[in-house]
């Protein structure tokens, strides 16, 4: 008889029967979110489909690896989650309960559904590089889907020991134009460990994933955060000058001061059903200047006392976002 398959209302109400299980021993004998998160003693540092290795975060646990499998109808689980587990057979564990989510990232696919990548993120680290080539139109891109989920970007231009001056300037004016719409702008090299120190520094304290195409750095930077080689660096492809695929599962790694994420490299990113106001709240400038346009249905072309229009001319908005802008929502209607 084959496996019959539950509605999400009757998943989630699995899931909260198990959560209210876990905590009916404490002394109020009622179900709250901070009993369940108080006995989570556990954290998952990478997965393997339905395999998940778990962080021991009991002292007495010395910080050891668990390979757990996880309860039957538990949502999916990604790197970061903070959990449930208990100790199973031969040296294994099962995870039991989902503990809460202060984050979390991930990216639409084609098809428009989220791929969760990471939880309980405080940055976003969107790393670029001189080689494959870094475009505007693709940071916007991770841009949108930063904002998206209420997280803090960070821009990291790494790579800096392959510059040369005329390539210097071109990336310089372009990282220039996310300077001046606020976001924090490193640029580093993996290679030599410039500006390694004060990216750092930003970094203190937090968890961040590394976000970004195939081939930009982000093992290597990995690697130079740690001081040794703990992930695997992979080589440019030399026909297109594109990044091979290194990082097949995002995986946690703790580092002097903070915890970072690597995540599987992709050279396309796809915001998928994005709506027309996701991707104005991406664009931080615009976002803030689209309720002053005289018409509320303003399409920010011809309209008049158009407000981001205005802001074109005197300078406020650069017109090469604007143009990045308008590209995203043309290819998200061609798909629709």
């Known amino acids: 008889m084959s496996k019959r398959k539950l509605s999400r209302a009757q998943a989630a109400r699995i899931v909260e029967k198990q959560k209210n299980e876990l905590i009916?021993?404490?002394?109020?004998?009622?179900?709250?979110?901070?009993?369940?998160?108080?006995?989570c003693n556990g954290r998952i540092i990478s997965h393997?489909?339905?395999?998940?290795?778990?962080?021991d975060l009991d002292p007495a646990g010395r910080g050891e690896i668990i390979r757990c499998h996880q309860r039957a109808n538990l949502p999916a689980l990604v790197t970061g989650d903070l959990v449930v587990w208990q100790q199973g057979e031969a040296e294994t564990g099962v995870i039991l309960a989902l503990g809460d989510r202060k984050s979390l990232f991930g990216r639409l696919n084609a098809a428009g559904n989220m791929k969760?990548?990471?939880?309980?993120?405080?940055?976003?680290?969107?790393?670029?590089?001189?080689?494959?080539?870094?475009?505007m139109n693709l940071i916007d891109r991770y841009l949108v889907a930063?904002?998206?989920?209420?997280?803090?970007?960070?821009?990291?231009?790494?790579?800096?020991?392959?510059?040369?001056?005329?390539?210097?300037d071109e990336m310089d004016k372009m990282l220039s134009i996310y300077e001046q719409v606020g976001y924090a702008v490193y640029r580093v090299s993996a290679s030599d460990g410039r500006g390694i120190e004060s990216l750092e520094t930003a970094l203190n304290g937090k968890t961040t994933v590394l976000v970004g195409q195939s081939g930009v750095g982000k093992s290597a930077l990995i690697n130079r955060f740690?001081?040794?080689?703990?992930?695997?660096?992979?080589?440019l492809s030399t026909a297109h000058d594109q990044g091979t695929h290194t990082t097949t599962t995002a995986k946690l790694f703790h580092l002097s001061h903070y915890d970072l994420i690597d995540?599987?490299?992709?050279?396309?990113?796809?915001?998928?059903?994005?709506?027309?106001?996701?991707v104005l709240d991406g664009f931080k400038e615009m976002k803030s200047l689209a309720s002053?346009?005289?018409?509320?249905?303003?399409?920010?072309?011809?309209?008049?006392?158009?407000?981001?229009?205005?802001?074109?001319?005197?300078?406020?908005?650069?017109?090469q976002r604007l143009a990045s802008y308008f590209q995203i929502l043309q290819s998200r209607e061609s798909k629709q």
């Not at 393997?48 to 962080?55: A, H, K, M, R, Y």
């Not at 995540?263 to 996701?278: A, C, N």
Request: one cysteine or more.
């Open 24 to 39: 009916s021993d404490t002394a109020s004998g009622e179900a709250t979110a901070g009993a369940l998160q108080s006995r």
């Open 48 to 55: 393997f489909g339905q395999q998940l290795d778990v962080e």
């Open 116 to 135: 969760l990548v990471a939880a309980n993120v405080d940055i976003v680290l969107l790393v670029i590089a001189p080689r494959p080539q870094a475009f």
């Open 146 to 168: 930063i904002e998206s989920l209420h997280l803090q970007a960070l821009l990291v231009m790494n790579k800096l020991d392959l510059l040369e001056n005329e390539k210097a």
């Open 226 to 235: 740690g001081l040794e080689s703990i992930a695997t660096v992979g080589e």
């Open 263 to 278: 995540s599987p490299g992709i050279r396309e990113f796809s915001l998928g059903q994005v709506t027309q106001q996701q």
């Open 292 to 319: 002053r346009c005289k018409f509320r249905d303003c399409s920010h072309q011809s309209e008049p006392d158009c407000a981001i229009q205005q802001a074109l001319v005197t300078g406020e908005i650069h017109p």
